[in-house]
Structure formats: structure tokens, C-alpha cells
């Protein structure tokens, strides 16, 4: 069976087009993968890149775009809603078809000895890959930022699992890891009130005692007059995208906001959609092959409202066609 693994790498940089641009030449043109997916946000700042391919296609297509963000990028002057460590955030590897996570894990340990030795960036293993507890939970790993990372990187407990330890002047830091397949998915509201968003986001996640699986932070989405929570399902078979929906449209009456859109950044399932669309047809499931799978996703989106959705989003569909079936 022919492997076949995603990776998402996350780059500080949602502007610049030029810049952007010359980050995606590498998985252009690099035989073994294909660029599924890419979106970028000029208030989060930050370019979502979606490939999947052979794990060696895919190690060389990244290490060179990590090459050309680390020139291209300087977080001396960077500012955007999105936290971040470095000029590439963060490099997540997910298997999909014929790959272990156990495979998982050690391509990703490939890679961040590669970014820390031959491109000198400190590089932390979190998420499956993580060499300590503390690492797992990448939000723990970032808390600081580029900023706080120069004092940061210097505490015993965080000295980098690759690379130099002190952060590169321009290019800070960047996480690798191998995780399950994630859900990026934000929900903008009518309210531009950005504390108003953020406390949803703290009643909404897990760690304010809310949906289990579930990240969430508030993101103020200035050009709009709107603010955003932005959040990140980590296991969609547990933690649903309706589940999350709902419960930010019930938090946010309190603050009299209602939803006017939503967004899903990069790749989804096509499971996601089949449980979520079952929620708003009041259906106990939708079994795979029974509603036909575009008009399956047309009516999920119309139900969450979200905007910009594109077919080649959903994972299985976009994969079945690059293999031709």
C-alpha cells in the first residue's frame, strides 16, 4: 500500500503575497505529494498550508520552504492576532493511509534534527512526538511568543530537543510533531467587541471547562467591525464541528451577539461533515455513500454559515481524486 501522510505547516505571514508565494514553490513542484490546500488571514497574519504525500516528498518540500521563511520572514516586525513563536510555527504530521503514527513520530524527529542542525532553528517536539509531558500541549510551548521566547528558551525545562539554544534573531523558534487529524474551525460573530469573544472562547475549550478536545481563543477581526473565536477541534470524532458551533452561539447570547459566519482553514474529513450535517437533519447518522458527498458538504456549510468553502477542502473527496477514482 502506498503511503501516504498529511503535513500543515503554519507560516507567520498573511500579507505579503510575494513572500507567500515563494514559501509555496517548493510543494509546487516537488514529485511524491501534492499542495492540497493554502490559506492565509491578514488579521491573524498566518499562511495554513495543507499537503499530502509520500513521507520523504514530503520531508524535502518542507525543509525547503522552512529554508525561504526563515529569509523571508522577521518577526522583529511582525504583528498579527495569531500567537506565534517563529517565522514557521509550527509543522504538524498526520498519517492518513498506510502510515503509522509510530512513523509519524520518527518523521517528524527527521525533520526537526534537520531545522535544528543544517538551519539553525530550535526546534520542540510536541503532540504525539513530545520528549516530555509538558510538550505535548503546543499552546504550553508557545506561551510567550517570539518574545518571551528569548528569556524563555534559557530555563532548564525548555531547552530546545534540536537546534541551537538561544532563538534565532529573526526567525525565532518552531514546534514539529506528529498529532491526529485536526479541525481548524472559527466562528465570527456580530459583536466587535474582542473581550466579548475571548471569554466565549475560555467557556468554549476544554481548559475552561468546556468541550473536551476543544482550543479556543478570542480573535479581533478589525476590518469587519466583527471578532472572531477561533478554534482548534483536536479529535472531531469525539469533540464535533456542531457541538462546537452551538456552543458558541448559546455563550454568546449572553453578550447579545449572534453568528454571521464561519470559516473551516484547510482540510476536513468528510466523516466531520456526515456527523455534523446528521445533527441539523435531526438524523442519528448519515452512513458514507448514502447523500451524495457535495450536496452532503453544500448543506453542512449552509447550516454552519461558513464562508469561502471550497470542495477540494474535504479530505477523502480531494484524495479520491488525485488517485483518480
Same mark, same amino acid.
Given at each position: 500500500?502506498?503511503?501516504?501522510?498529511?503535513?500543515?505547516?503554519?507560516?507567520?505571514?498573511?500579507?505579503?503575497?510575494?513572500?507567500?508565494?515563494?514559501?509555496?514553490?517548493?510543494?509546487?513542484?516537488?514529485?511524491?505529494?501534492?499542495?492540497?490546500?493554502?490559506?492565509?488571514?491578514?488579521?491573524?497574519?498566518?499562511?495554513?498550508?495543507?499537503?499530502?504525500?509520500?513521507?520523504?516528498?514530503?520531508?524535502?518540500?518542507?525543509?525547503?520552504?522552512?529554508?525561504?521563511?526563515?529569509?523571508?520572514?522577521?518577526?522583529?516586525?511582525?504583528?498579527?492576532?495569531?500567537?506565534?513563536?517563529?517565522?514557521?510555527?509550527?509543522?504538524?504530521?498526520?498519517?492518513?493511509?498506510?502510515?503509522?503514527?509510530?512513523?509519524?513520530?520518527?518523521?517528524? /524527529?527527521?525533520? =526537526?534534527?534537520? @531545522?535544528?542542525?543544517?538551519?539553525? *532553528?530550535?526546534?520542540?517536539?510536541? %503532540?504525539?512526538?513530545?520528549? #516530555?509531558?509538558?510538550?505535548?500541549?503546543?499552546?504550553?510551548?508557545?506561551?510567550?511568543?517570539?518574545?518571551?521566547?528569548?528569556?524563555?528558551?534559557?530555563?532548564?525545562?525548555?531547552?530546545?530537543?534540536?537546534?541551537?539554544?538561544?532563538?534565532?534573531?529573526?526567525?525565532?523558534?518552531?514546534?514539529?510533531?506528529?498529532?491526529?487529524?485536526?479541525?481548524?474551525?472559527?466562528?465570527?460573530?456580530?459583536?466587535?467587541?474582542?473581550?466579548?469573544?475571548?471569554?466565549?472562547?475560555?467557556?468554549?475549550?476544554?481548559?475552561?471547562?468546556?468541550?473536551?478536545?476543544?482550543?479556543?481563543?478570542?480573535?479581533?477581526?478589525?476590518?469587519?467591525?466583527?471578532?472572531?473565536?477561533?478554534?482548534?477541534?483536536?479529535?472531531?470524532?469525539?469533540?464535533?464541528?456542531?457541538?462546537?458551533?452551538?456552543?458558541?452561539?448559546?455563550?454568546? /447570547?449572553?453578550? =447579545?451577539?449572534? @453568528?454571521?459566519?464561519?470559516?473551516? *482553514?484547510?482540510?476536513?474529513?468528510? %466523516?466531520?461533515?456526515?456527523? #455534523?450535517?446528521?445533527?441539523?437533519?435531526?438524523?442519528?447518522?448519515?452512513?458514507?455513500?448514502?447523500?451524495?458527498?457535495?450536496?452532503?458538504?453544500?448543506?453542512?456549510?449552509?447550516?454552519?454559515?461558513?464562508?469561502?468553502?471550497?470542495?477540494?477542502?474535504?479530505?477523502?473527496?480531494?484524495?479520491?481524486?488525485?488517485?483518480?477514482?
Amino acid at each position: 500500500m502506498k503511503k501516504i501522510m498529511e503535513c500543515v505547516p503554519n507560516f507567520s505571514e498573511g500579507r505579503n503575497m510575494e513572500v507567500m508565494e515563494a514559501i509555496l514553490e517548493p510543494f509546487k513542484h516537488t514529485e511524491g505529494m501534492t499542495l492540497l490546500d493554502w490559506s492565509h488571514d491578514e488579521d491573524h497574519n498566518r499562511m495554513v498550508v495543507t499537503l499530502v504525500g509520500e513521507p520523504e516528498a514530503l520531508k524535502t518540500s518542507v525543509i525547503e520552504a522552512v529554508k525561504i521563511a526563515v529569509k523571508k520572514i522577521d518577526l522583529n516586525h511582525h504583528t498579527g492576532q495569531h500567537p506565534r513563536m517563529g517565522a514557521v510555527d509550527v509543522i504538524p504530521f498526520v498519517p492518513v493511509k498506510g502510515v503509522t503514527q509510530e512513523e509519524a513520530i520518527e518523521l517528524s /524527529k527527521e525533520v =526537526g534534527k534537520i @531545522i535544528g542542525e543544517e538551519i539553525g *532553528i530550535p526546534v520542540f517536539l510536541y %503532540e504525539d512526538s513530545a520528549t #516530555t509531558p509538558e510538550r505535548q500541549n503546543l499552546a504550553k510551548i508557545r506561551k510567550g511568543q517570539f518574545e518571551g521566547m528569548k528569556e524563555k528558551i534559557h530555563e532548564p525545562e525548555w531547552h530546545p530537543d534540536f537546534g541551537p539554544s538561544d532563538i534565532h534573531p529573526t526567525a525565532g523558534v518552531v514546534a514539529v510533531g506528529a498529532r491526529m487529524f485536526l479541525v481548524a474551525y472559527n466562528v465570527n460573530l456580530d459583536d466587535p467587541n474582542v473581550d466579548h469573544a475571548t471569554a466565549i472562547a475560555k467557556r468554549v475549550r476544554h481548559i475552561g471547562g468546556g468541550l473536551h478536545f476543544c482550543k479556543g481563543m478570542g480573535v479581533d477581526l478589525t476590518e469587519r467591525h466583527q471578532s472572531q473565536v477561533s478554534m482548534n477541534l483536536t479529535n472531531y470524532k469525539k469533540t464535533a464541528i456542531y457541538r462546537a458551533h452551538e456552543m458558541v452561539r448559546m455563550e454568546a /447570547k449572553r453578550y =447579545g451577539a449572534k @453568528i454571521v459566519g464561519s470559516e473551516i *482553514i484547510g482540510m476536513i474529513p468528510e %466523516e466531520a461533515l456526515r456527523e #455534523t450535517l446528521a445533527y441539523y437533519l435531526h438524523k442519528e447518522e448519515i452512513a458514507e455513500g448514502e447523500m451524495d458527498l457535495e450536496e452532503m458538504a453544500k448543506q453542512a456549510v449552509d447550516f454552519l454559515q461558513v464562508e469561502n468553502f471550497q470542495m477540494d477542502q474535504v479530505l477523502e473527496y480531494k484524495l479520491a481524486k488525485q488517485q483518480g477514482k
